[in-house]
């Protein structure tokens, strides 16, 4: 079972959490995943995932990663809203435009975002249809973690990261590592992982994660 943490549902959600736990649900119930069994996948209790659907607390990054990778949904998925149909069923995505019509450019404004669990933001940077990888800006504010706690994640795939502004303390199997402005990373996500930033201003850096295909089980 991945080693994850729970939720924090005593902090009221921001905006626009309600719209992150409504795509959890709908790639659930896509699934034909119910709630408990997601739960019991996760390891916490079933009231903390319907939380997360009903947009009244955030996940954190190791539980989110915890729940995709039991789903099998991508980020894409994630940043990509499925809208209800007339029959309340889920909508069909439409067919992903070939490659050359996507948008090369993404303006700051343009930049789809997720606001997780103790203020970490993940921003969309750029998409390729049918290239599984994840392009995107992170922010840790000062105090902010990976997982409240203090456990470690692990998912199929890799990462690769580009400290930008702060540092950010990664802990990677038995070491812990500082990242400092410039400091370059990258290791298999199968590794046992996190981040923390100990310091006094946001920590911001690139991430590439490449994706996975994961099938869940039952």
């Known amino acids: 079972m991945l080693n994850v943490d729970p939720v924090q549902p005593h902090e009221p959600a921001p905006a626009g959490v ?3 736990g409504e795509r959890l649900r709908e790639e659930r119930q896509l ?7 997601l739960a019991r996948g996760v390891g916490v209790s079933a009231s903390m995932i319907s939380q997360i659907e009903n947009g009244k607390a955030r996940p954190s990054v190791s539980t989110l990663y915890a729940i995709t ?6 980020m894409e998925e994630l940043f990509e809203a499925r809208r209800d149909g007339a029959g309340g069923a889920p909508e069909q ?6 490659a050359a019509a996507l948008p090369v450019v993404v303006r700051p404004a343009e930049r789809h975002t997720l606001t997780l669990d103790t203020g970490v933001t993940w921003e969309r940077l750029g998409e390729i249809a049918g290239k599984p990888v994840d392009f995107l800006l992170i922010t840790y504010p000062p105090g902010a973690t990976s997982s409240s706690s203090g ?3 692990r998912h199929s795939g890799a990462e690769f990261g580009l400290v930008l502004q702060g540092e950010l303390v990664l802990t990677l199997g038995f070491d ?3 990242l400092h402005p410039g400091d370059a990373v ?3 996500s199968t590794t046992p992982h996190s981040y923390r930033n100990d310091g006094t201003e946001p920590a911001i850096g690139v991430w590439f994660v490449i994706e996975r295909d994961v099938v869940v089980g039952e």
Do not use: K
């Not at 995505?93 to 070939?98: L, S």
């Open 151 to 153: 456990g470690q994640m």
């Open 69 to 74: 990778s039991l789903l099998g949904v991508t």
């Open 31 to 37: 699934r034909g995943v119910s709630l408990r069994a």
């Open 18 to 20: 309600s719209s992150l």
């Open 186 to 188: 990258s290791f298999p």
């Open 93 to 98: 995505p439409p067919a992903a435009p070939p």
């Open 176 to 178: 812990e590592v500082r």
